[in-house]
């Protein structure tokens, strides 16, 4: 059994986190080309293990009060530039550009080695388990600001 240098969730790097994802035949169309939608998937993948690189885990989000702690996508925009393919080793990196208030934002992009996919920008917000806005706890906010200790 080979040992690997790195962990599924990724690692954080400064002011964000990179995942290495393989792009498999459940990704792609019958071009071979991974499907549009499926980039959403790998964006989803790196904001769920940024969060739990950080240490917070989203199942345990729900319960952290009486209100309840929970990410939503607000707004996406994302540029598609190249297509990646069947059997690439894609990179997701999520950097935090605000963490505060009642929304994050993040950009996100997917590469190949150099190669820039394609490029994101996530708007979330952070509301309560009964659907209503709430503040981002400061303490989980400076995690995403990398000022966290």
Not at 83 to 102: H, S, W
Not at 114 to 124: C, F, G, P
């Amino acid at each position: 059994m080979t040992e690997h240098s790195f962990s599924l969730s990724g690692e954080l790097i400064e002011n964000g986190h990179r995942l290495v994802q393989r792009v498999y035949y459940e990704d792609t169309d019958f071009s071979g080309l991974i499907y549009h939608a499926r980039y959403l998937h790998f964006l989803e993948r790196g904001r769920s293990d940024y969060l739990r690189c950080l240490g917070c885990e989203q199942s345990q989000l729900i319960a952290v009060d009486d209100e309840g702690l929970v990410f939503v996508v607000h707004r996406m925009e994302i540029d598609f530039k190249q297509p990646a393919r069947m059997d690439d080793v894609i990179t997701i990196q999520t950097i935090t550009e605000k963490a505060g208030g009642a929304k994050m934002v993040l950009n996100q992009e997917i590469r190949r080695g150099d190669t820039l996919l394609i490029s994101a920008k996530v708007v979330i917000a952070v509301i309560n388990k009964h659907g209503r806005p709430r503040r981002l706890p400061e303490t989980i906010a400076e995690k995403f600001l990398g000022k966290a200790e």
